[in-house]
């Protein structure tokens, strides 16, 4: 497993926002949960770990998202490393909705931050978060137990998932693709397409592509194994090649982005989202050190 030890993050980010992060709260988090309990309730036999997830760290953390520790930790620093606010960046992909959804798959969920502000936004929906790591699952649920919001929680991969064809009105995913080989991507995007019903929308919310290529430092910054494909890519044009129509990308606070497209209906020749440019709507913020009595970082609630 190759790890950098050199990276900016490793030196100088890091002991940075370690100082903001209650470190007592987190441990007392992580030593109240049995781990391995709790995240077997989650964990399928017929899911298959790929080798991209595995054989990389992410974030500077040994062995990726497949332990607690990155359970316990992802929250508490992507609010600090999701500029400027992690809340507006996510609220982005909310703003971007233009289907009225009953049924909603958020893809490589982790800790459910974004699959929670869905299920806010649209709380007559069944909404259902999926990724690879039973742990970050187990976080997931606690947050969604905190803000009393009933969230479907599935261990599985976005590549190839279980469910039917047209199972869902509304496909998206947060802060995914810059983790994931180019291959992987548009693996993604194919069976987001198959999952999708006429007329569905499908959400992506990452980095700014085009921002990512101009700061080339800015990819040195953490530990990412694949952010320099990504960096070279186009959502739009992998979009088109899986088969999505109406593809429109919108700059988010010039770091991000959230590109929007949709699964022709048959009967009609195209179909016309409009697609703005974004402006946020809320002032919410998240406080990520909530941890005590299993506070929710998404809600700044508590149970």
């Given at each position: 497993?190759?790890?950098?030890?050199?990276?900016?993050?490793?030196?100088?980010?890091?002991?940075v926002?370690?100082?903001?992060?209650?470190?007592?709260?987190?441990?007392?988090?992580?030593?109240?949960?049995?781990?391995?309990?709790?995240s077997?309730?989650?964990?399928?036999?017929?899911?298959?770990?790929?080798?991209?997830?595995?054989?990389?760290?992410?974030?500077?953390?040994?062995?990726?998202?497949?332990?607690?520790?990155?359970?316990?930790?992802y929250?508490?620093?992507?609010?600090?490393?999701?500029?400027?606010?992690?809340?507006?960046?996510?609220?982005?992909?909310?703003?971007?909705?233009?289907?009225q959804?009953?049924?909603?798959?958020?893809?490589g969920?982790?800790?459910?931050?974004?699959?929670?502000?869905?299920?806010?936004?649209?709380?007559?929906?069944?909404?259902?978060?999926?990724?690879?790591?039973?742990?970050?699952?187990?976080?997931?649920?606690?947050?969604?137990?905190?803000?009393?919001?009933?969230?479907?929680?599935?261990?599985?991969?976005?590549?190839?998932?279980?469910?039917?064809?047209?199972?869902?009105?509304?496909?998206?995913?947060?802060?995914?693709?810059?983790?994931?080989?180019?291959?992987?991507?548009?693996a993604?995007?194919?069976?987001?397409?198959?999952?999708?019903?006429?007329?569905?929308?499908?959400?992506?919310?990452?980095?700014n592509?085009?921002?990512?290529?101009?700061?080339?430092?800015?990819?040195?910054?953490?530990?990412?194994?694949?952010?320099?494909?990504?960096?070279?890519?186009?959502?739009?044009?992998?979009?088109?090649?899986?088969?999505?129509?109406?593809v429109?990308?919108?700059?988010?606070?010039?770091?991000?982005?959230?590109?929007?497209?949709?699964?022709?209906?048959?009967?009609?020749?195209?179909?016309?989202?409009?697609?703005?440019?974004?402006?946020?709507?809320?002032?919410?913020?998240?406080?990520?050190?909530?941890?005590?009595?299993?506070?929710?970082?998404?809600?700044?609630?508590?149970?």
């Amino acid at each position: 497993m190759a790890i950098r030890q050199d990276t900016i993050w490793e030196r100088f980010l890091s002991p940075v926002v370690r100082l903001l992060i209650d470190e007592q709260s987190l441990r007392r988090y992580a030593e109240s949960v049995d781990w391995e309990k709790e995240s077997a309730n989650f964990r399928r036999d017929d899911v298959t770990i790929p080798s991209y997830y595995t054989s990389q760290n992410f974030h500077g953390i040994e062995g990726g998202y497949l332990n607690r520790s990155a359970a316990v930790s992802y929250d508490p620093i992507t609010q600090y490393v999701v500029p400027p606010n992690e809340t507006w960046v996510r609220q982005a992909l909310i703003d971007a909705i233009r289907v009225q959804p009953r049924r909603i798959l958020d893809l490589g969920c982790g800790t459910g931050s974004t699959t929670l502000m869905l299920k806010q936004a649209f709380p007559q929906a069944q909404v259902i978060g999926l990724d690879l790591s039973p742990y970050m699952l187990v976080r997931a649920e606690h947050k969604a137990q905190s803000a009393n919001l009933d969230i479907t929680w599935r261990h599985g991969n976005a590549e190839k998932t279980v469910f039917k064809d047209a199972s869902f009105d509304l496909v998206t995913a947060s802060l995914l693709f810059h983790e994931t080989p180019p291959t992987v991507a548009q693996a993604i995007l194919h069976e987001s397409f198959r999952l999708l019903v006429e007329g569905g929308q499908v959400l992506i919310l990452d980095g700014n592509q085009n921002t990512l290529r101009q700061l080339e430092w800015l990819n040195d910054v953490f530990e990412e194994p694949y952010i320099r494909d990504y960096a070279a890519g186009s959502l739009d044009a992998s979009m088109g090649a899986a088969g999505f129509a109406a593809v429109q990308t919108q700059d988010v606070w010039w770091i991000n982005q959230v590109t929007s497209g949709v699964k022709p209906i048959l009967r009609e020749n195209t179909i016309k989202i409009s697609v703005g440019q974004y402006a946020p709507t809320t002032d919410t913020t998240i406080d990520n050190n909530d941890l005590e009595d299993f506070g929710s970082p998404a809600f700044g609630t508590k149970a």
